[in-house]
């Protein structure tokens, strides 16, 4: 940012914002000798005052938390701005005009309003908004908030409020306290069209806090039918004080549990905010009306004491819906070091913090949070879950788009422990998962364009391959089933006395399939015995183009023996197919195992895995008799 601030300008800054009068609009302080002041430390919890300030050197120190500076890192802390942003702040508030470095066009920007005009305006708004949602007018405001479980305690809490309807209530209440009608407009609170007039009416209002404490902006909910702005929501727009990229709701309550905890808690929004402060939930936050951006991530970076290293935790309660995992598959395209430290927790009935709050308490709100998953497994897990693992088809399709997002994966040294997490949850080997992340990285859509102009976009998964498209007939998977086929049509009464053990789940070609249920229907290849319009009549059952054609195929193809089927070559046939759906079945059942736990369902696991025996038992006895019949 601006980090060309004169070093002359700096310290008329620190001469002039005197350190007991910025942090007293923080903390009360009191005499503790000795020319120091001290007082409740505002960056951790304790009980008796380990924070002392002394003016005369202009500095504060923590003895419990070990924070401590001067005026400017001070304000640095307690709103989580950047040393520009703080001196800005401060040169703002104490009249200090700032010069800059030559070659620093904003040296001359025209001011406005100063910014601590605009934060005295929202704090007489939010007065005076708070003192209206006790009018009969707000009826409606207290029945919205008490259907969503706030009492009149929790709405003082969060400062809830209520804008009158008719257009200038707040207008002319602060002309009258002596704001300006330019002061008002641009602080987003006024705006202007034949005359000055509200930007909200008739809304329920919360207001829009900075980290200290100071109002800044609202967050407006519709709660009338005949309002005339459909928004469910309107916010203060871009400010001089109301950055939307940065704003936090719930921020000023959320800080120093984050700070303690390490934690921070993302919800969607006002209510659901409130909703788990009152659970128990106390680093809950909320953007306001933006979606979640690289810059709320630093604000809590900044919070949560990770200047360094990142080690806290950043839990997003998403909605389970579409528009929740495009936020989370969003958030994973960013910072990489906030996403290896990102978590999400969904709840399974859709239910956001408030609802939850309302139908079973307290305490699972509290439990929705403990829930949480890492980001990167929610992803891969809703990758691999749009499949039907129990179909190695499927898994084969979930492994590769699988491995596509873990190479996108720009923190290399994670790599192998996602690619680990997906052999577990697809069911494959972690060698398999390996090999074919490694083809996904060789192959990525992720390299950057040969000419190098243009940095790679955060990568996003590709979207998903179309479900079950279908393959070619002639594919060599599906020869032995067309030859199979070939026979029944061709040869039903060889079939017919080799075995009545084929069965649809034989078949892995849909068309295939098809075929043969209408060989099923008709009675089985025995009822084509004999019959010299067995193939029409099939034919003529089909309602699908594609099965009836290739019936047709089935019918004229020669079969690949050059003399008559015998029944040596016919139970070869028969036998194998059996035989190969039996190993399907053998790799469903393995992959199943691997994805269950032998100690939490030890009853299913033991119960599959003498399935398992069962078959391969199955598969030699098929095995004998395909080889048998050669
Ligand atoms: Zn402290």
Not at 394 to 400: H, I, K, M, Q, T
């Given at each position: 940012?601006?980090?060309?601030?004169?070093?002359?300008?700096?310290?008329?800054?620190?001469?002039?914002?005197?350190?007991?009068?910025?942090?007293?609009?923080?903390?009360?302080?009191?005499?503790?000798?000795?020319?120091?002041?001290?007082?409740?430390?505002?960056?951790?919890?304790?009980?008796?005052?380990?924070?002392?300030?002394?003016?005369?050197?202009?500095?504060?120190?923590?003895?419990?938390?070990?924070?401590?500076?001067?005026?400017?890192?001070?304000?640095?802390?307690?709103?989580?701005?950047?040393?520009?942003?703080?001196?800005?702040?401060?040169?703002?508030?104490?009249?200090?005009?700032?010069?800059?470095?030559?070659?620093?066009?904003?040296?001359?920007?025209?001011?406005?309003?100063?910014?601590?005009?605009?934060?005295?305006?929202?704090?007489?708004?939010?007065?005076?908004?708070?003192?209206?949602?006790?009018?009969?007018?707000?009826?409606?405001?207290?029945?919205?908030?008490?259907?969503?479980?706030?009492?009149?305690?929790?709405?003082?809490?969060?400062?809830?409020?209520?804008?009158?309807?008719?257009?200038?209530?707040?207008?002319?209440?602060?002309?009258?306290?002596?704001?300006?009608?330019?002061?008002?407009?641009?602080?987003?609170?006024?705006?202007?069209?034949?005359?000055?007039?509200?930007?909200?009416?008739?809304?329920?209002?919360?207001?829009?806090?900075?980290?200290?404490?100071?109002?800044?902006?609202?967050?407006?909910?519709?709660?009338?039918?005949?309002?005339?702005?459909?928004?469910?929501?309107?916010?203060?727009?871009?400010?001089?004080?109301?950055?939307?990229?940065?704003?936090?709701?719930?921020?000023?309550?959320?800080?120093?549990?984050?700070?303690?905890?390490?934690?921070?808690?993302?919800?969607?929004?006002?209510?659901?905010?409130?909703?788990?402060?009152?659970?128990?939930?106390?680093?809950?936050?909320?953007?306001?009306?933006?979606?979640?951006?690289?810059?709320?991530?630093?604000?809590?970076?900044?919070?949560?004491?990770?200047?360094?290293?990142f080690r806290g935790e950043v839990i997003f309660a998403f909605d389970g819906d579409a528009a929740g995992q495009k936020a989370a598959l969003r958030t994973f395209g960013g910072d990489q070091n906030f996403v290896s430290q990102t978590y999400v927790t969904v709840e399974p009935d859709g239910m956001d913090p408030c609802d939850l709050r309302i139908k079973q308490g307290d305490a699972a709100v509290r439990e929705l949070v403990?829930?949480?998953?890492?980001?990167?497994?929610?992803?891969?897990?809703?990758?691999?879950?749009?499949?039907?693992?129990?179909?190695?088809?499927?898994?084969?399709?979930?492994?590769?788009?699988?491995?596509?997002?873990?190479?996108?994966?720009?923190?290399?040294?994670?790599?192998?422990?996602?690619?680990?997490?997906?052999?577990?949850?697809?069911?494959?080997?972690?060698?398999?998962?390996?090999?074919?992340?490694?083809?996904?990285?060789?192959?990525?859509?992720?390299?950057?364009?040969?000419?190098?102009?243009?940095?790679?976009?955060?990568?996003?998964?590709?979207?998903?391959?179309?479900?079950?498209?279908?393959?070619?007939?002639?594919?060599?998977?599906?020869?032995?089933?067309?030859?199979?086929?070939?026979?029944?049509?061709?040869?039903?009464?060889?079939?017919?006395?080799?075995?009545?053990d084929i069965g649809t789940d034989d078949f892995t070609h849909p068309v295939y399939r098809a075929v043969w249920e209408l060989v099923a229907a008709a009675g089985g290849p025995v009822a084509g015995s004999g019959d010299a319009s067995w193939a029409g009549r099939l034919r003529d059952a089909a309602t699908d183009p594609a099965v009836s054609s290739a019936i047709s195929a089935l019918a004229v193809e020669p079969i690949r023996?050059?003399?008559?089927?015998?029944?040596?070559?016919?139970?070869?046939?028969?036998?194998?197919?059996?035989?190969?759906?039996?190993?399907?079945?053998?790799?469903?059942?393995?992959?199943?195992l691997q994805r269950t736990n032998p100690v939490e369902n030890a009853t299913e696991y033991n119960r599959m895995f003498g399935e398992l025996a069962a078959l391969e038992q199955h598969r030699r006895t098929l095995r004998e008799r395909t080889v048998g019949a050669t």
């Amino acid at each position: 940012m601006a980090g060309l601030i004169r070093e002359e300008s700096i310290a008329e800054v620190r001469e002039k914002a005197r350190i007991d009068d910025v942090v007293s609009e923080h903390v009360s302080l009191r005499n503790a000798g000795g020319g120091s002041l001290k007082g409740l430390c505002p960056f951790h919890d304790e009980k008796s005052p380990s924070f002392h300030v002394t003016p005369s050197r202009g500095f504060f120190h923590c003895f419990g938390c070990q924070a401590g500076g001067d005026v400017i890192k001070f304000v640095m802390d307690i709103d989580a701005l950047s040393f520009a942003e703080a001196v800005e702040r401060l040169a703002d508030k104490f009249g200090v005009q700032l010069r800059r470095e030559e070659g620093d066009v904003r040296e001359d920007r025209p001011r406005g309003p100063q910014r601590n005009r605009l934060v005295e305006a929202h704090k007489a708004a939010q007065q005076f908004y708070a003192e209206q949602l006790s009018t009969p007018d707000a009826l409606v405001a207290r029945q919205f908030l008490a259907e969503r479980g706030f009492d009149q305690s929790a709405a003082e809490m969060f400062g809830v409020g209520f804008a009158p309807r008719d257009g200038d209530a707040l207008f002319k209440h602060l002309r009258q306290k002596a704001f300006s009608q330019e002061e008002l407009v641009v602080g987003g609170l006024v705006a202007v069209g034949r005359s000055a007039y509200d930007r909200f009416r008739g809304r329920l209002l919360w207001p829009i806090r900075e980290a200290g404490g100071d109002t800044i902006g609202f967050g407006a909910r519709r709660i009338f039918e005949d309002d005339r702005i459909d928004a469910k929501y309107l916010n203060t727009s871009e400010t001089p004080i109301y950055k939307k990229s940065q704003v936090l709701y719930g921020i000023d309550l959320a800080r120093k549990d984050m700070a303690r905890s390490s934690q921070a808690v993302v919800v969607e929004g006002y209510t659901d905010v409130m909703a788990c402060h009152l659970a128990g939930v106390t680093t809950a936050v909320a953007t306001c009306g933006t979606a979640f951006g690289d810059e709320h991530a630093r604000v809590l970076r900044r919070f949560m004491h990770d200047h360094e290293e990142f080690r806290g935790e950043v839990i997003f309660a998403f909605d389970g819906d579409a528009a929740g995992q495009k936020a989370a598959l969003r958030t994973f395209g960013g910072d990489q070091n906030f996403v290896s430290q990102t978590y999400v927790t969904v709840e399974p009935d859709g239910m956001d913090p408030c609802d939850l709050r309302i139908k079973q308490g307290d305490a699972a709100v509290r439990e929705l949070v403990a829930r949480r998953v890492p980001l990167y497994r929610f992803v891969l897990g809703n990758v691999v879950g749009k499949y039907d693992l129990d179909r190695a088809d499927s898994r084969v399709d979930a492994l590769r788009e699988g491995a596509r997002l873990v190479s996108s994966i720009r923190d290399r040294s994670k790599v192998d422990a996602f690619a680990r997490e997906l052999a577990g949850m697809v069911g494959v080997d972690i060698e398999q998962a390996r090999g074919e992340v490694r083809r996904a990285t060789s192959r990525g859509p992720a390299k950057p364009d040969q000419r190098g102009a243009r940095r790679a976009e955060p990568e996003a998964p590709a979207p998903p391959a179309p479900r079950n498209p279908v393959p070619d007939l002639r594919d060599p998977r599906f020869a032995l089933e067309r030859e199979t086929l070939k026979l029944v049509i061709q040869h039903p009464m060889a079939i017919g006395r080799t075995t009545s053990d084929i069965g649809t789940d034989d078949f892995t070609h849909p068309v295939y399939r098809a075929v043969w249920e209408l060989v099923a229907a008709a009675g089985g290849p025995v009822a084509g015995s004999g019959d010299a319009s067995w193939a029409g009549r099939l034919r003529d059952a089909a309602t699908d183009p594609a099965v009836s054609s290739a019936i047709s195929a089935l019918a004229v193809e020669p079969i690949r023996t050059a003399k008559e089927p015998d029944a040596a070559y016919v139970s070869m046939h028969v036998f194998r197919l059996l035989e190969l759906t039996a190993m399907r079945r053998i790799a469903d059942l393995k992959s199943r195992l691997q994805r269950t736990n032998p100690v939490e369902n030890a009853t299913e696991y033991n119960r599959m895995f003498g399935e398992l025996a069962a078959l391969e038992q199955h598969r030699r006895t098929l095995r004998e008799r395909t080889v048998g019949a050669t």
